[in-house]
């Protein structure tokens, strides 16, 4: 090949090189645009730190700061962006050490945090904080999702369980009432079904009641009792139980044909306690005792 022939061959790579070079760069170019146009239109809070502070941010970030513009932002040092402490007690220059390490050996880390907006409020984020490489060096880009309005949600959700679970606890405390029948005898009708929660809830005004109206006689009423099992028949056991340490006789009442067969089906027994048939027939037999034994 002559000398020319080899320069023409030369300058059609030097040509396609220098296309291939004009590619990538339109191609980093665009994919520049695209970066910066979600870095600066996305509703999260981006930002980019490194050793000497923040380097850039969106403004997104801006408004979620209070700051009145981008340089006064870029102007505030990192350690003024959170409080003294985190929730967990724990110093947030020491622990946002830590997370920054975790994210480098990761690749990739995300976490709860309270930052500070420079009115001096602080608010909850998930931050997620990612490695990048910069021309001028290792930094970090750093998300952060507002989360002031789910917590919100969540402790008004909070609430409202813990006032669901009052109301259910009145309506048990209801739906058990202890009610004095007779000199020294209460009667406490069983409505529903009694659970373990709702043996225990029963168990202290039963004993109070015994223990304030010197009660010689507690008639458990189970006609209205369903869902009759094992447990069942243990936890009235177990009141019974209680009572007899009070010095009270205890007196099981209603236990109807359902009742019975569940009580058999389930292998189940109440303990040794007398039992009858009707409500009435129980406070027949107190007032039999009281004329016989009068009490003094």
Known sequence: MDEQAQLAAELVQLRAENQRLRDEASDSAAANTKFRVLFEHSSDAHLIFDHSGILDCNRAAVEMLGCADKAQLLRLHPAVLSPEFQPDGRRSLEKSAEMDALARERGYHSFEWTHRRVSGEDFPVEVTLTP?????????????????????????????????????????????????????????????????????????????????????????????????????????????????????????????????????????????????????????????????????
């Not at 109206?213 to 099992?229: E, M, S, Y």
């Open 132 to 296: 990048v490489l910069l021309p001028g060096g290792p930094a970090l880009l750093v998300v952060w999702h507002e989360l002031t309005e789910i917590k919100r949600r969540e402790a008004e959700l909070r609430a409202q369980l813990e006032l669901i679970r009052q109301q259910q606890a009145e309506i048990q405390r209801l739906s058990l009432p202890v009610l004095e029948v007779w000199d020294g005898v209460i009667m406490v009708p069983v409505l529903g079904a009694l659970d373990r929660v709702s043996a225990q809830a029963l168990l202290g005004p039963v004993l109070a009641a015994v223990g304030r109206r010197r009660a010689h006689t507690v008639i458990l009423d189970l006609t209205g009792l369903t869902g009759a099992d094992a447990p069942t028949a243990s936890h009235l056991g177990d009141l019974l139980a209680a009572v007899r340490l009070l010095g009270a006789e205890g007196l099981v009442v209603g236990i109807g044909p359902e009742v019975a067969v569940a009580f058999l089906a389930a292998g189940a027994a109440l303990p040794r306690v007398r039992t009858l048939a009707s409500l009435r027939e129980a406070i027949e037999l107190c007032t039999r005792r009281d004329r016989l034994s009068p009490r003094p």
